[in-house]
């Protein structure tokens, strides 16, 4: 058996490890351990509406049971303090709204969650889908260096498993890493959501396999931008969810220990990220699309399909709201 991806002492004894991570997982899209993520490869019949060919994203034998459990303990306490209280009215006091100037998208600062913690878990999120062989992730992989710092990290800053638990408290955890600060240095990261969004269960998993200054990954609700050096006023970043170019970057970039700062994206602002994202989908999907459309169309009607059929099927299949 392979040693432990992280602490590379143990062997990578666990099954059914989350590649998402339990944060990026709501309510909506099935329970726990069940999890399916939406799969964008290039199968002919691939229809994301209908969520066929959806993958489970937990794979097996890449970590140990104990670094299992030292990852589930800070996705414990971001779901709790931050996930679960975000983008919920009776948690309001904990959060900051702060309004840029000409913009409907807006900050909302937390107030009482540990940044680094936060920090902590995107870098696992990175690392998980860097290692990740499953198809929604399979051509998006870190440099080895970068791999190797988010490996020190992650194994240095995560809480001790000891006779085979994780038991310390929150805040006797977050006092002692906050004294690993060091590690940290060089990782910045832009973090964006929705506050609204009428179908919430729409969204995609996927991660740039090519840009990587920064890194650009959405993964259902969120977006991340992940950079390994501080990002700079004024310079231009490769953008795939075009959201950087319309923000002072600094404003809404994330260093090290700054209180969380997440970039609320406007209900029709998201919405149109996914339209692009979506139209990218159809005019990949078109060559297998059309061959089952055609096998289709014949056995149900008899006859050649036209031109016209083949829009209908489009716009039936792939609406534009
Ligand atoms: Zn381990």
């Given amino acids: 058996m392979p040693l432990c991806a992280i602490c590379l002492q143990r062997e990578a004894d666990q099954t059914g ?12 899209v099935g329970e726990r351990g069940k999890e399916k993520g939406y799969l964008i490869d290039d199968e002919p019949n691939f229809d994301y509406r209908n969520n066929t060919g959806a993958a489970p994203v937990v794979e097996d034998y890449l970590f140990c049971r104990g670094c299992e459990q030292r990852m589930s303990y800070i996705e414990g306490y971001i779901c ?4 679960d209280k975000i983008k919920t009215e009776r948690f309001a006091q ?63 800053a995560l809480p001790a498993y000891e006779n085979f ?21 060089g990782l910045y990261y832009i973090i964006c959501t929705y506050d609204h969004l009428e179908n919430p269960t729409e969204g995609y998993n996927l991660a740039h396999p090519e840009f990587r200054l920064p890194y650009n990954i959405m993964l259902g609700q969120i977006i991340v931008f992940f950079f390994f050096e501080k990002p700079r006023a004024g310079a231009r970043y490769l953008d795939y969810f075009k959201v950087l170019d319309s ?13 969380i700062k997440t970039l609320i994206i406007a ?11 979506r139209n990218k989908l159809v005019e990949k999907k078109v060559p297998g699309l059309m061959n089952k459309f055609v096998a289709d169309f014949i056995r149900d009607h008899n006859r050649d399909p036209t031109n016209d059929d083949w829009l209908n099927y489009v716009k039936e299949n792939f609406p534009e709201e």
């Fill in 165 to 185: 638990k994780v038991k310390i408290k929150n805040n006797k955890y977050i006092s002692e890493l906050n004294q690993k600060r060091e590690l940290f240095e």
């Fill in 247 to 259: 923000h002072d970057i600094t404003a809404i970039t994330n260093a090290p220990g700054d209180k």
């Fill in 94 to 156: 904990g959060f900051r709204d702060i309004h840029l100037p000409e913009q409907q998208d807006f900050i909302r600062e937390a107030k009482n969650v540990d940044p680094l913690v936060f920090t902590l878990l995107i870098a696992t999120l990175l690392f998980r889908i860097s290692l990740s062989s499953s198809k929604l992730f399979r051509e998006f992989e870190l440099r080895p260096d970068e791999q190797e710092q988010l490996r020190v990290l992650i194994n240095e």
């Fill in 17 to 28: 490890s989350h590649m998402l991570s339990a944060f990026i997982i709501e309510s909506t």
């Fill in 80 to 83: 709790r303090e931050y996930r």
């Fill in 267 to 277: 209900e029709e602002n998201w919405k149109a990220i996914l339209e692009r994202e």
